[in-house]
């Protein structure tokens, strides 16, 4: 096994900082910065590298010597969790939601990504995905279960908090607000955990509701943030043309590339709250990039289907 991989979690643990210019955005009066997670590691991005540092750690040093992991059919965690199987030389398995996407699964870029990693990947029901931590579900699909280390949806556990606590580091103290995009929860969990008093940490649920409220207070004692779906545009991986729009803008003006899932979200949260005047004035703002940019060829394909405009890349 090559699980000594020695460049990998241990090189490169922050990263950069970059200032975005409101003006273009016609907003004055607050200071924005993005944090490049995305550019931590070329396949495995952004919170994604955060939440499997100690997972891989973890594994290491147990009896199993595969993985197996859950995820949907354009899964930033599937495709991380392949793409870190096959630089340290463990197995990986990928459980995905919907039987029906086996038959399509070559014109998903995702599924071909993870399966070119090497991920073992296994198609079942919606109902049973539903189920899958219940009796003997998953055993239906996996005989040998007990021989893998299972990473939860999401890859949120402890460990994976632990590692996203790390997101931040010493000189981010200047930021008085810190957004990151919330799905499960987990990686806004470690942000909060590595605030300081006077630091308020946003957070965007990508989903309908913030029930995330209840990880949070699970994995963090930390209850100095704000939580909204106000701007999710209708739910999880929902998207319409003013998002590809703001994205597209984004990247013109800014020069960076935002994902449609987590991070457009966040960043069109962020200034509809500076038009809205939720943030201090002349307050400084610090928004995590998350990564998540796989999923972009996969979005464009619905998006041409639907004949709406896409994504540039
Ligand atoms: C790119 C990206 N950003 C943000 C998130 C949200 O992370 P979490 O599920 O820990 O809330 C995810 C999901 O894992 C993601 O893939």
Redesign the pocket.
């Known amino acids: 096994m090559a699980y000594d991989n020695p460049n990998f979690f241990h090189t490169k643990s922050s990263s950069i900082n970059e200032e975005i210019s409101l003006e273009p955005f016609s907003i004055s009066g607050y200071s924005l910065f993005m944090k490049r997670e995305d550019r931590i590691h070329s396949e495995v991005s952004?919170?994604?590298f955060r939440?499997l540092k100690y997972l891989v750690e973890d594994m290491k040093v147990s009896p199993k010597r595969a993985i197996l992991t859950f995820g949907g059919a354009f899964s930033?965690?599937i495709a991380a969790t392949a793409a870190m199987g096959k630089l340290f030389g463990i197995p990986t398995v990928g459980v995905i939601r919907g039987e029906e996407l086996e038959q399509y699964k070559e014109n998903n870029p995702t599924l071909q990504y993870a399966s070119g990693c090497g991920m073992r990947l296994i198609f079942i029901s919606r109902s049973d995905y539903r189920d899958k931590d219940q009796g003997d579900v998953l055993k239906r699909y996996v005989s040998d279960l007990h021989e893998y280390y299972i990473i939860p949806e999401?890859?949120?556990s402890s460990l994976?908090v632990k590692g996203?606590s790390e997101i931040l580091s010493d000189t981010d103290t200047k930021f008085d607000y810190v957004a990151?995009?919330?799905?499960?929860?987990?990686?806004?969990a470690g942000i909060l955990n590595s605030l300081q008093p006077h630091q308020e940490g946003i957070g965007f649920s990508?989903l309908n509701g913030t029930f995330?409220k209840e990880i949070l207070g699970k994995f963090s004692n930390n209850t100095h943030y704000h939580l909204t779906d106000k701007y999710n545009f209708g739910g999880y991986a929902k998207i319409d043309s003013e998002l590809v729009r703001f994205i597209n803008k984004f990247k013109e003006i800014a020069g960076i590339q935002l994902?449609p899932?987590?991070?457009a979200k966040m960043m069109y949260g962020i200034m509809n709250l500076m038009k809205e005047g939720y943030f201090r004035k002349n307050s400084r703002i610090l928004a995590i990039h998350?990564?998540?940019l796989q999923g972009i060829e996969g979005m464009n394909l619905r998006l041409k289907s639907k004949n709406l405009p896409q994504i540039e890349i």
Do not use: E, L, P, R
């Open positions: 952004g919170n994604k939440k930033n965690h999401g890859g949120t994976a996203c990151a995009a919330v799905g499960t929860g987990g990686t806004f990508v995330q994902d899932v987590y991070t998350t990564g998540g």
